[in-house]
């Protein structure tokens, strides 16, 4: 009698990876500044010597945490500003941007809740020009302070609801629900603006 063969079991992260993934947990949740080396090697079972092998400091932990998520949303504005100025470029950015929020929930977090903090390290100052370089490349010079304030609440808003809204509700929306109302209420807020996108 012959038997199947067992599936492959899921390969477990590398230390690296692992040390991030549970980092990026610990700073979102108790903050970069209350947050120690040792806290992360307790929490992931390394020794804090393990920790320290593969990051040379806490500092150069975040940057690693945070790196991916800004070279995705780096590549995001590319496309966008690659594209023609159209409403279906506009709306393909939405979707896009909403992905990448919901992919990104800690980054996003870390960014929306402790950026202030943060400033001066190099991967929030490199968050903030992409912030900068999103604005400007999707809206150009915005003529009147409705289409401010229309851009920021869309996408500024989406960041934030995201990065805060367990504190909202007891019963959270799931992925899906929250992606399509995102969409939906994003692009209807950007629609009566024509976004312009230049190169950055």
């Known amino acids: 009698m012959q038997t199947s063969p067992l599936p492959d079991a899921p390969a477990r992260q590398t230390a690296r990876e692992e040390l991030k993934t549970i980092a ?7 903050g970069f500044a209350g947050t120690s080396l040792q806290q992360i090697a307790d929490a992931a079972g390394y020794s804090k010597s393990s920790v320290l092998y593969h990051f040379a400091s806490k500092e150069a932990l975040l940057e690693a945490t945070l790196t991916p998520a800004m070279d995705t949303l780096g590549e995001i504005l590319d496309r966008f500003v690659a594209r023609a100025p159209s409403r279906s470029s506009q709306d393909a950015f939405v979707v896009e941007f909403i992905d990448f929020l919901l992919a ?15 400033q001066g390290m190099a991967v929030i100052q490199r968050a903030n020009g992409l912030i900068e370089t ?14 401010r ?6 996408l500024g808003g989406a960041a934030y609801m995201l990065s805060a809204a367990e504190m909202w509700s007891t019963t959270p ?5 929250t992606r399509a109302a995102l969409v939906t209420v994003v692009s ?6 024509q976004l312009r996108p230049v190169a950055s």
């Open 188 to 193: 209807e807020l950007l629609a009566p603006m």
């Open 173 to 177: 929306l799931s992925d899906d629900e």
């Open 24 to 30: 990026l947990r610990q700073f979102a949740s108790v």
């Open 149 to 154: 304030v229309r851009f920021s609440v869309a």
């Open 104 to 118: 990104n929930r800690l980054q996003v977090h870390m960014f929306v809740n402790q950026g202030q903090s943060l």
């Open 134 to 147: 999103l604005a400007q490349s999707l809206c150009g010079e915005m003529r009147t302070a409705e289409e």
